[in-house]
């Protein structure tokens, strides 16, 4: 075949030596080989013409090649020869031929026109070899991914496929059809430009997922990340899942999936403020309080600054609870709970200690700052108005302030801050009293 493809140019011209040569070449071909005129009459063939076709070779000359064909009015045979005589060149591709026997064959077929003298008619050196176990495998091959896909595209999370260049371009090779589910995304456009899922991701998740993808990429190790999702008004939670491979070009691979995760995370969430909410009232409990205070701590340190914390103790509490019963001194709890909140800012931890005591800690405040907030949130309590079996009470609270200095102790802080509590209780109730050394407004400092 490369003799054919590299030297048929340089055929001699005469009859006479083109007949040789082309005997030459029928004879050492593994398949069905041919030399055929204009019309398609066959003039010879190779010896082994008759193994792989099934027709004696001498009942073959002077017949039309297309009888070799599926259909010889309309078959492959037929119009592969008519196309390499129109373009006078070198016809290639895949036929589908009938034995002798009847069974049915796909070749590999080469249509290759010799040159003639001028008046001479044209020939076609025609060759054809066995494909058929090939093809077949590549239909059951077919088959297979056929029925792989569709058991992807059926599956409820994102199989993808994500090549990282070594330039760190970003490519999805890969999507399965539960992106749309998922995002309502069409894989393709996902395909063509990765931005169009990760523009998604939320800022920090993004960062989050570069520096994992990074870090992946680096030690070959799996990639699990979890990450929020925007779709709309709305977000969904998803995990990456994927096990990486480096190419020699320094691409790096990555196989895996994309799991929806938003029921998990929705349920973490649920345990979570179960596990850290008082239940009586709906704020931080004493354990979840130390778990964020410590953050709060070590946040304010790195910055060097100081943080407000006060005890506050619902005054007379035991009186109500033994005059009116526990569900009185519950209802107290929940309206103080309640109003406190209020009067702080989202993001102040205020949590419940234990019995009528509740701790604050004040976010990224100054010392004079906290005073007027918790001048205001005691005010406040001193509005409410409880209706006890038709009589209706009043609650006030007392407030212990301290300063907790940027490399302080929490526990230290609130120690103090229980020292100025007992202070304001023993000074007559319903007041704000700072511990010793408190930074007054003349001397502050933020």
């Known amino acids: 075949m490369a003799l054919i493809k590299d030297n048929w140019r340089h055929w001699v011209s005469s009859r006479s030596q083109q007949a040789s040569l082309a005997s030459s070449l029928l004879a050492g071909f593994a398949g069905v080989a041919m030399l055929v005129d204009a019309d398609g009459v066959i003039l010879s063939v190779n010896p082994g013409f008759a193994r792989y076709s099934g027709h004696p070779?001498?009942?073959?000359?002077?017949?039309?090649?297309?009888?070799?064909?599926?259909?010889?009015?309309?078959?492959?045979?037929?119009?592969?020869?008519?196309?390499?005589?129109?373009?006078?060149?070198?016809?290639?591709?895949?036929?589908?031929?009938?034995?002798?026997d009847g069974q049915i064959l796909h070749q590999q077929g080469v249509f290759q026109p010799l040159e003639t003298r001028p008046g001479e008619s044209l020939r076609v050196l025609v060759t054809l070899h066995d494909i058929t176990d090939l093809y077949q495998g590549a239909l059951r091959d077919h088959a297979r991914l056929e029925s792989l896909q569709g058991t992807l595209d059926r599956l409820p999370d994102v199989v993808f496929q994500l090549c990282q260049s070594a330039r760190g371009n970003l490519e999805f090779r890969y999507l399965s059809a539960g992106l749309q589910a998922l995002a309502g995304l069409?894989?393709?456009?996902?395909?063509?430009?990765?931005?169009?899922?990760?523009?998604?991701?939320?800022?920090?998740?993004?960062?989050?997922?570069?520096?994992?993808?990074?870090?992946?990429?680096v030690s070959l190790t799996p990639l699990v990340l979890e990450c929020r999702l925007a779709l709309?008004?709305?977000?969904?939670?998803?995990?990456?899942?994927?096990?990486?491979?480096?190419?020699?070009?320094?691409?790096?691979?990555?196989?895996?999936?994309?799991?929806?995760?938003?029921?998990?995370?929705?349920?973490?969430?649920?345990?979570?403020?179960?596990?850290s909410t008082d239940m009586l009232t709906g704020v931080l409990n004493r354990r979840a309080f130390f778990d964020y205070g410590e953050a709060v701590r070590a946040l304010a340190a790195r910055h060097g600054r100081a943080v407000p914390i006060a005890m506050l103790d619902i005054?007379?509490?035991?009186?109500?609870?033994?005059?009116?019963?526990?569900?009185?001194?519950?209802?107290?709890?929940?309206?103080?709970?309640?109003?406190?909140?209020?009067c702080l800012r989202p993001y102040d931890l205020f949590a419940r200690i234990g019995g009528?005591?509740?701790?604050?800690?004040?976010?990224?405040?100054?010392?004079?700052?906290?005073?007027?907030?918790?001048?205001?949130?005691?005010?406040?309590?001193?509005?409410?108005?409880?209706?006890?079996?038709?009589?209706?009470?009043?609650?006030?609270?007392?407030?212990?302030?301290?300063?907790?200095?940027?490399?302080?102790?929490?526990?230290?802080?609130?120690?103090?801050?229980?020292?100025?509590?007992?202070?304001?209780?023993?000074e007559g109730r319903n007041r704000l009293v700072p511990a010793p050394g408190y930074p007054e407004p003349d001397g502050l400092t933020r």
């Open 232 to 275: 709309g008004d709305d977000a969904c939670w998803i995990e990456w899942r994927a096990s990486p491979r480096r190419y020699h070009d320094g691409d790096t691979l990555w196989d895996g999936v994309l799991l929806d995760i938003s029921t998990r995370k929705r349920e973490e969430q649920r345990v979570k403020k179960l596990i």
């Open 356 to 426: 009528e005591e509740f701790a604050v800690m004040l976010v990224d405040t100054s010392p004079v700052e906290a005073r007027i907030v918790l001048e205001r949130l005691r005010a406040a309590v001193e509005e409410i108005r409880l209706d006890v079996q038709g009589e209706m009470l009043g609650v006030t609270v007392s407030l212990g302030l301290a300063v907790m200095p940027p490399q302080g102790s929490l526990e230290l802080a609130l120690s103090r801050a229980d020292e100025a509590l007992y202070r304001a209780k023993h």
């Open 315 to 342: 005054d007379h509490f035991k009186r109500l609870n033994d005059t009116y019963g526990h569900a009185a001194g519950d209802l107290a709890l929940k309206a103080f709970a309640a109003t406190s909140r209020d």
């Open 57 to 100: 070779a001498h009942t073959m000359l002077g017949r039309r090649v297309t009888c070799l064909d599926v259909d010889p009015l309309h078959g492959d045979i037929g119009r592969a020869l008519a196309s390499s005589l129109a373009r006078r060149s070198i016809w290639r591709g895949v036929l589908q031929c009938r034995r002798a």
């Open 186 to 217: 069409a894989p393709h456009s996902v395909m063509n430009d990765a931005e169009t899922l990760l523009a998604r991701i939320e800022d920090d998740d993004r960062q989050r997922l570069d520096t994992a993808l990074a870090q992946s990429a």
